[in-house]
T-cell receptor, first 115, second 112 residues
Framework: GAGVSQSPSNKVTEKGKDVELRCDPI?????LYWYRQRLGQGLEFLIY????????KSGLPSDRFSAERTGESVSTLTIQRTQQEDSAVYLC?????????????FGDGTRLSIL | DQQVKQNSPSLSVQEGRISILNCDYT??????FLWYKKYPAEGPTFLIS?????DKNEDGRFTVFLNKSAKHLSLHIVPSQPGDSAVYFC???????????FGTGTRLTIIP
């Protein structure tokens, strides 16, 4: 399809394990964002990639969280030594150029459950 | 510190009537505002946006109003349809800081 694609759609894992979440942005979109939504809350910014610039990591909640992006394509969000408070829906979005006045288009998210 | 607030967690409106969803913000640096609609188990879908240089933007049944002095925006949906039942999020950003700051959402239910 032409939208943002995320995998897996659901992930259940034990506390302490590492998880890797994947995002395929819309083709041609240079900007890519990761957000998370905890139960009953709004979306919380995690990290932003724009082209070859250094990513904006200001939203990452701890050093257990990291993300990479290969060029202007796929991105992976990695959470090491998962904790129960990491349980959330992790959403990826992309936009054409990343500037303001550019709407971000979201994938359907990965629902992460930490047991 | 909740910079974008949606004070009504839920709203029910009769089909065919107008739905009005409200959003307040505290950061005067915000200059771009968006509304997203979210169905269960799906990602948010972009609906409509407005730049701070405008006070109104229309797209079909959806109109967004911005009152900068009150730091308030609203989304009007008219006429409301059953397919409009969803959670609506407002979001904001400011020039040079592309991340979106979201409100906590309002669940809109359209009653047939």
């Amino acid at each position: 399809g032409a939208g943002v694609s995320q995998s897996p759609s659901n992930k259940v894992t034990e506390k302490g394990k590492d998880v890797e979440l994947r995002c395929d942005p819309i083709s041609g979109h240079t900007a890519l964002y990761w957000y998370r939504q905890r139960l009953g809350q709004g979306l919380e910014f995690l990290i932003y990639f724009q082209g070859n610039s250094a990513p904006d990591k200001s939203g990452l909640p701890s050093d257990r969280f990291s993300a990479e992006r290969t060029g202007e394509s796929v991105s992976t969000l990695t959470i090491q030594r998962t904790q129960q408070e990491d349980s959330a829906v992790y959403l990826c979005a992309s936009s054409l150029t990343g500037g303001t006045n550019q709407p971000q288009h979201f994938g359907d998210g990965t629902r992460l459950s930490i047991l | 510190d909740q910079q974008v607030k949606q004070n009504s967690p839920s709203l029910s409106v009769q089909e065919g009537r107008i739905s009005i969803l409200n959003c307040d913000y505290t950061n005067s640096m915000f200059d771009y505002f968006l509304w997203y609609k979210k169905y269960p188990a799906e990602g948010p879908t972009f609906l409509i946006s407005i730049s701070s240089i405008k006070d109104k933007n229309e797209d079909g049944r959806f109109t967004v109003f911005l009152n900068k002095s009150a730091k308030h925006l609203s989304l009007h949906i008219v006429p409301s349809q059953p397919g409009d039942s969803a959670v609506y999020f407002c979001a904001a950003s400011n020039f040079g800081n592309e991340k979106l700051t979201f409100g906590t959402g309002t669940r809109l239910t359209i009653i047939p």
